[in-house]
């Protein structure tokens, strides 16, 4: 699946859907069962649909699963046009509309998506000033979701707008409610890697919430876990992009962020983090007032490499030493003491 709001890492299901399955069952028709859905608590809602929506689009059905919110979006907008217009309505009917955006975006039907999302918001926006739990979720995995359709146009500068809103609303939840909504907040916080182009706006914007992701690991939630461990992710793969391009003082930030997560996703020593932690020494060795550090951390890896048996990475770290030792001779220093000016 694509980096959308249904993966299950996103908004891990954390509501009990047991009983509204079993009503959903007994129901007749399209009409009995948005009743069914209108009647229920909006969490449970929320999580059956979306988690339906994602275990089909998974297996190669979205266009299926399109297909069946459809009807129930027709159904949602005729009662709407008859003036059917309270708070449940417009959030199931926004929500509904949501998971249909997502299903788009996932088959690369970005128009389609894009409609449907506009008639999301125009739903939301009849409420501006709502501020609850159903409200917000269904708009931050919007804000979210159409940050991605931007990215995909090349529309950056709004996808930055949308996802930093995204990342806000999450935040909001995450204070009253962490064990579901810190990982959505992770999770936006990794769709900013993708969508800035503007690395040092990126990495002010990641500095600014580290505290919060920091505290949230603490939790030892596995939902958690996997959202940061997505994090890390991007993190060390915006950071070897700057090493290629040379730009090893911004590269090192990436790599300082996502070894931080790691320990605290990792609390004993493991492969990924001796690699993490190479990547970050050779970057500090290509920084002269950061090289001693390099070399000593390096130096520190060496002996943790041979601890877990890591040959290949006990080579790459020696050659980086030795390669270290190398620059240190100062060719254009030794030029101008045979040719002063």
Request: charged share 25%; net charge neutral; aromatic share 6%.
């Amino acid at each position: 699946m694509k980096p959308l709001s249904l993966e299950p890492v996103f908004l891990p299901a954390t509501a009990d859907t047991a009983r509204l399955k079993t009503r959903l069952k007994k129901t007749r028709g399209t009409g009995e069962y948005i009743s069914a859905l209108a009647d229920a608590d909006f969490d449970p809602v929320y999580d059956l649909l979306r988690s339906t929506a994602a275990s089909e689009a998974a297996d190669g059905e979205a266009a299926h699963a399109a297909a069946a919110l459809s009807e129930i979006d027709s159904e949602l907008s005729a009662s709407d046009a008859e003036g059917d217009n309270d708070e449940r309505h417009i959030t199931l009917h926004a929500a509904v509309l949501q998971i249909i955006t997502a299903l788009h975006i996932e088959q690369g039907a970005l128009d389609d998506a894009a409609v449907t999302a506009a008639r999301a918001l125009s739903l939301l926006a009849r409420e501006p000033k709502r501020k609850d739990a159903p409200f917000l979720q269904v708009l931050g995995c919007l804000l979210y979701d159409i940050s991605y359709l931007h990215g995909e146009r090349g529309e950056f500068k709004q996808a930055e707008r949308e996802v930093e809103k995204s990342i806000k609303v999450f935040e909001r939840l995450a204070k009253s409610d962490a064990a579901r909504y810190a990982p959505p907040h992770v999770m936006a916080l990794n769709g900013a890697t993708t969508v800035y182009r503007n690395r040092v706006k990126q990495a002010e914007l990641l500095a600014h919430y580290q505290a919060a992701t920091s505290s949230y690991l603490q939790m030892l939630d596995s939902g958690v876990e996997d959202a940061a461990s997505r994090l890390v992710e991007s993190l060390t793969a915006e950071g070897d992009t700057l090493a290629r391009m040379g730009r090893h003082r911004e590269a090192i930030q990436y790599y300082s962020r996502a070894l931080k997560y790691l320990t605290r996703i990792e609390t004993t020593f493991t492969l990924h983090q001796l690699r993490l932690s190479i990547a970050l020494g050779q970057s500090m060795l290509s920084v002269s007032a950061m090289r001693e550090k390099g070399v000593h951390l390096l130096n520190t890896m060496l002996h943790k490499a041979t601890k877990i048996n890591a040959l290949d990475e006990h080579r790459r770290i020696v050659d980086s030493l030795y390669h270290a030792k190398s620059r240190s001779l100062d060719i254009l220093s030794l030029w101008h003491k045979v040719f002063p000016k």
